[in-house]
């Protein structure tokens, strides 16, 4: 119905898509880097204030009278092309839902070509603002093939987040098919969520690999996971592995807010997570763990935890993990590991705790 792409080159989606024939593994090698409009001479921007009044005057235009002209769609197109809308997302959001005499099933097409057609970053996130806001089940492949490529992933989850009857299971599928910025944006819509029973294991198992993207969602994982009823299950190695970054990230000091602090079942996490560790093989990944969480919970910063009144017995717990015949075994076999990085992480342990052997080495 709105004819043509505009603008030279591959669009988008059409991007992703080729990516991930190619590829065959439902990961786009290096999320989709390059984009179609790359130039690193005229990177997009966010828009001024009279730019995004601009820019809801021309989408205006395009849906007043149906179908619209090569003219109106080339009006809109303009701005679109040296803009980054992920930033201002919701305030187009917000301008669009004020107007309810803006045609439901003309902004739906107008969203779907520019999804399915934009070969600039602007044309391709209003086209996902609006999938957002009138979009359907029909548009979760869109969607979510967009979701794959680096540049509209913020918009493509609250998208998901929002047209899709079925919201977690999509954002489920993204944030599994993606790494980095994608998988947060994806699982940060699940805060306070009640989800199915796969999605809660593979956010506990998964969710948190290890790097300092962690820290954004950890409470999240934890929470939606029901992290604390995946300890208190027959936990295998996988989900000891999974609560090991889980709590890292919510016991760091560095991030800009500790999770752990008021987080309700922290004080049943951190127990029965001890606890695991304490029953089972004592490993070096799970003994650095526990040391991490220790730090912490003798800072000033654990003082201030809402569980605070459980702090002294919390951290008993912790030092006779840390002081077990298990982890002191674990610890002297390790100072002697052929592997550098492995004596390093021994020596590490055997530094933070005096008694353990080679403490003094």
């Not at 505009?6 to 190619?22: N, Q, T």
């Not at 606890?275 to 919970?297: E, H, I, K, N, W």
Request: overall charge negative; some cysteine; charged content about 25%.
């Amino acid at each position: 119905m709105l004819g043509d792409p505009i603008g030279d080159g591959p669009s988008y989606y059409e991007h992703a898509r080729r990516l991930l024939r190619r590829s065959g593994s439902g990961h786009p090698p290096k999320d989709g880097f390059p984009p179609p409009d790359w130039d690193a001479a005229r990177r997009p921007r966010s828009p001024s204030g009279p730019e995004l009044d601009g820019l809801l005057g021309a989408l205006e235009d395009v849906v007043a009278d149906w179908p619209p002209g090569r003219e109106e769609l080339l009006r809109l197109d303009g701005p679109l092309r040296d803009l980054h809308l992920m930033h201002e997302r919701g305030e187009v959001r917000a301008r669009v839902l004020a107007r309810e005499d803006l045609p439901r099933e003309r902004l739906h097409t107008l969203g779907r070509w520019l999804a399915r057609t934009g070969a600039r970053i602007g044309a391709v996130e209003l086209g996902l603002i609006l999938l957002g806001i009138v979009g359907n089940d029909d548009d979760g492949e869109t969607i979510l093939t967009l979701g794959l490529l680096e540049g509209p992933c913020c918009c493509a989850a609250d998208a998901l987040a929002d047209s899709q009857s079925r919201p977690y299971e999509a954002l489920y599928a993204m944030a599994r098919k993606r790494r980095g910025w994608a998988r947060i944006d994806a699982v940060k819509h699940m805060r306070g969520a009640t989800v199915d029973g796969h999605i809660k294991d593979w956010l506990v198992r998964e969710a948190c690999e290890g790097n300092f993207l962690d820290v954004y969602i950890a409470d999240i994982v934890a929470g939606a996971g029901d992290l604390a009823g995946a300890l208190a299950a027959d936990a295998d190695d996988d989900v000891l592995n999974g609560a090991k970054w889980i709590l890292i990230a919510m016991c760091d000091r560095e991030a800009p807010t500790t999770s752990i602090l008021d987080f309700p079942a922290a004080e049943t996490v951190l127990t029965a997570y001890a606890r695991r560790v304490l029953a089972g093989p004592s490993t070096l990944g799970r003994l650095q763990s526990l040391m991490f969480v220790d730090d912490f919970l003798h800072s000033g910063l654990a003082e201030r935890a809402r569980w605070g009144r459980h702090l002294p017995a919390v951290r008993g717990l912790y030092r006779r993990a840390l002081s077990s015949p298990f982890a002191h075994q674990a610890i002297e076999a390790a100072l002697t590991a052929a592997d550098p990085a492995t004596a390093d992480r021994a020596r590490l342990l055997a530094a933070y705790l005096p008694e353990a052997p080679g403490a003094c080495s």
